[in-house]
């Protein structure tokens, strides 16, 4: 290191947790509840706690209840207790109202944003004693005789070409007894920690879904507050996993979404042009015309269940919330699962600090298994398999039986058969899908959408969307199946130029990226890599998302 390179900073605290999701805010407080006097610090790549936190969002409050007994939702904005159920089952022109199944039924739940949870967790760890550093991405994992003993934040201030600009920062080193990794879905320092101790040999293949959303604010004469709707069907084929969601809340403010499985097989697919498509249809236009968009994001969401949950401790750390894969498909929810593991872990700390501090913390994995939620997990497990075995009817047919007969204790444990990256077909085996163009009233194009979500990134700093294998593109992406990623990116990130010249190449606009980790699950080649950019990058979720 040179006389004129800043020295890397080290600080040092009994815990470090990545991520200040409902997961890593739920262990920091309830670390402080048992251990007042340890040191906690929140590493947050966002600039701002729920700056990325992007959800549908109805929250079951049960792991809340029991974080902060007494809790007052009042204090959450827009907060909204869930008042009705609707599923609906779409053809073309028609909705047909289904039987809302027992795991879908909320009463006793919230319609939140969940991004003013998080920023409402913030408030309550500091209150606590916990520090909060936003804007700060964990780059990598610190690691000594095999056991992790902390994290290492990413630089700033560095050029394209990798060399340091004027502003300069190195990342900082924050050594700690125990890490914490709660980064949600595809975290890329979790990536690293499972493949680097091999925490999922023995599990299932993890599958994923991404959710496109919007925030709309609707005409008050519309809008129902705390009504819930989800629709499976159209315009998906019968094949293909997803549906949608619809949550009215706050005032004149809905929450709409469109999910579809990451494990879908036409490559022609575009997921955002299927939420485009589906406000078209009759039973939902109407209720979105007189209205304005006014937020727009997406993130992958893991849907792999507790065959695919990966090995949860590693030497020094955990894995919590869903950079675990704790979400349970048929509620479709996640927070409170996220929050239950992150108390665990909390538990599983606080008593190891008081010990001898084993690198291993198997008491982690007990109380999970102990618990309510290792019971919800195991009553879920079969659903969204079941889907991608048989298909939406055959799906249906197969949860019905789980769930009415057999009530999650089935004696078979459905298992995905192949990773998401490994079931498109070749372009020329799939049928293309004409979707229709905007209008720009109901209707949007990607780059419009990407406004909205108030994505920035520092546009002098490497790509952090990395080809492993430039060469690999063109024979195994373009010529096998016509670029995938240029359809299933929500953001326009991966563009093909020079087709129509007959010399086609990958150009990656990587300021466009709303961090939904979509690529590094689909790429067929697994070719591309998501790594943090500068700390602070990306996008701004407003309060209602």
Request: with cysteine; hydrophobic share 40%; aromatic share 10%.
């Amino acid at each position: 290191m040179s006389e004129q390179t800043p020295a890397r900073e080290v600080m040092e605290f009994d815990v470090v947790v990545v991520g200040a999701g409902p997961a890593g805010l739920a262990a920091a407080i309830r670390l402080k509840q048992l251990e007042p006097e340890r040191s906690v610090c929140v590493v947050e790549k966002g600039s701002e706690v729920g700056a990325h936190i992007l959800s549908g969002a109805v929250m079951e409050p049960r792991a809340l209840n029991e974080l902060l007994p007494g809790w007052n939702p009042e204090e959450i904005p827009l907060a909204t207790p869930a008042r009705d159920d609707r599923f609906l089952l779409l053809t073309e022109k028609r909705a047909f109202r289904l039987p809302t199944p027992p795991q879908m039924r909320n009463e006793g739940n919230y319609v939140v944003s969940l991004g003013n949870v998080c920023r409402w967790l913030a408030q309550k760890a500091e209150a606590l004693g916990v520090e909060i550093y936003p804007g700060f991405a964990a780059a990598d994992f610190l690691e000594e005789d095999g056991r992790v003993v902390g994290i290492l934040t990413g630089d700033m201030g560095v050029r394209k070409d990798g060399t340091p600009g004027p502003n300069y920062q190195p990342g900082m080193a924050l050594r700690a007894a125990y890490t914490l990794v709660a980064e949600g879905c595809r975290g890329s320092l979790a990536k690293r920690l499972i493949g680097r101790f091999g925490l999922a040999k023995e599990s299932a293949p993890q599958t994923y879904a991404l959710g496109v959303k919007e925030l709309w604010e609707i005409p008050r004469e519309k809008h129902t507050p705390g009504l819930v709707i989800h629709t499976i069907g159209w315009p998906l084929d019968w094949k293909t996993y997803g549906g949608s969601f619809i949550y009215h809340f706050g005032e004149g403010l809905v929450s709409l979404g469109f999910v579809v499985g990451l494990d879908y097989r036409n490559p022609w697919l575009s997921p955002f042009e299927e939420l485009q498509r589906f406000k078209i249809h009759p039973a939902i236009r109407t209720m979105f015309e007189g209205g304005r968009r006014i937020g727009y994001g997406a993130r992958a969401l893991v849907e792999g269940g507790l065959q695919a949950l990966p090995g949860l401790t590693f030497p020094g750390g955990l894995l919590i919330g869903d950079a675990a894969g704790f979400l349970n498909v048929p509620k479709i929810k996640g927070s409170h699962a996220a929050m239950k593991s992150g108390m665990m872990a909390a538990e599983a700390v606080a008593e190891a600090l008081r010990g001898d501090r084993p690198a291993e913390l198997s008491t982690y994995p007990e109380r999970f298994r102990a618990s309510w939620l290792w019971q919800e997990l195991y009553q879920a497990r079969n659903i969204r398999p079941g889907f991608a075995k048989f298909g939406l009817w055959g799906g249906l047919l197969h949860a019905g039986l789980d769930t009415y007969v057999f009530r999650g204790r089935a004696p078979w444990t459905l298992r995905h058969a192949h990773p998401d990256h490994a079931t498109l077909l070749p372009a020329d085996k799939a049928t293309p899908i004409a979707y229709p163009k905007p209008d720009g009233i109901l209707t949007f194009d990607r780059l419009s959408s990407v406004f909205i979500s108030n994505a920035n990134h520092e546009e002098d700093q490497p790509c952090h969307l990395k080809l492993r294998d430039p060469a690999r593109w063109f024979p195994e992406n373009w010529q096998r199946f016509r670029s995938p990623e240029s359809r299933y990116c929500p953001a326009g990130v991966y563009e093909v130029v020079g087709a129509e010249e007959g010399a086609p190449k990958l150009q990656i606009n990587a300021p466009n990226c709303v961090h939904c980790k979509t690529c590094d699950i689909k790429d067929p080649g697994q070719n591309i890599d998501w790594v943090p950019p500068e700390g602070g990058g990306g996008p701004n979720y407003p309060g209602g998302m």
